[in-house]
């Protein structure tokens, strides 16, 4: 079984309470772009791959391991968050003031609710999921290291807990509920569930 890291982007200036533009262009912080230096402590040998998603903030979080280690390739897969609210809904706001948007949204509990422009809905981001699991269990390289997003992440470990169950309005409340009871911090280094790996790791800010 190969060694397969999932790890969370460093904090973003949403993260931060900051103001955000559109999804996939939120930055790292000063302190985010700490943390993805401190991530290189966890890598004393190169990867065999790195995967980023589309948006900035995993790409800023794996460079420092990319300059450390220029000979690995890099590759954009679809693990960027779940963006389900439109992308009118993030231009010029913060966290908070998307807050009752994005609770109606979970409120709502239709798994094939799309709520704009930008946005995806719940059936498709696990879509999204199921495939990356599917990708692994036929990758043959040894060691990925996977930069993407806490929604995403949650989803993969729900979805490996869950392997058989539909996604529906219950699946989709549940999933909420577990993510909110374990959030996944940022900088933080989850092995795939069956990786060779032990706990998840905290990487010092």
């Avoid at 230096?37 to 900035?56: E, G």
């Avoid at 995993?58 to 460079?63: F, G, R």
């Avoid at 420092?64 to 779940?82: G, N, R």
């Avoid at 799309?114 to 199921?130: K, L």
């Amino acid at each position: 079984m190969p060694l397969i890291q999932l790890i969370r982007h460093a904090e973003s200036v949403a993260n931060a309470g900051g103001v955000s533009q559109t999804p996939a262009c939120i930055p790292l912080t000063d302190l985010g772009h700490q943390q993805a230096q401190a991530l290189l402590a966890h890598f004393p040998q190169a990867p065999d791959l790195v995967v980023v998603s589309p948006f900035i903030r995993t790409l800023e979080t794996a460079n420092p391991l990319l300059a450390k280690f220029p000979h690995v390739p890099v590759e954009t897969w679809p693990v960027q968050e779940f963006t389900y609210l439109d992308n009118e809904a993030y231009r010029g706001t913060t966290v908070a003031q998307r807050s009752p948007a994005a609770q109606a949204y979970w409120q709502r509990g239709d798994v094939r609710h799309c709520h704009g422009h930008g946005a995806e809905s719940f059936a498709d981001f696990m879509a999204r999921v199921d495939h990356l699991i599917e990708r692994l269990s036929l990758e043959t390289r040894r060691h990925i290291a996977i930069f993407s997003h806490g929604f995403f992440i949650s989803a993969v470990l729900w979805r490996c807990q869950h392997p058989t169950a539909p996604v529906d309005t219950r699946f989709m409340g549940d999933y909420l509920q577990n993510r909110l009871a374990n959030p996944v911090p940022n900088a933080l280094i989850v092995p795939f569930p069956g990786a060779e790996s032990r706990q998840p790791k905290l990487a010092a800010a």
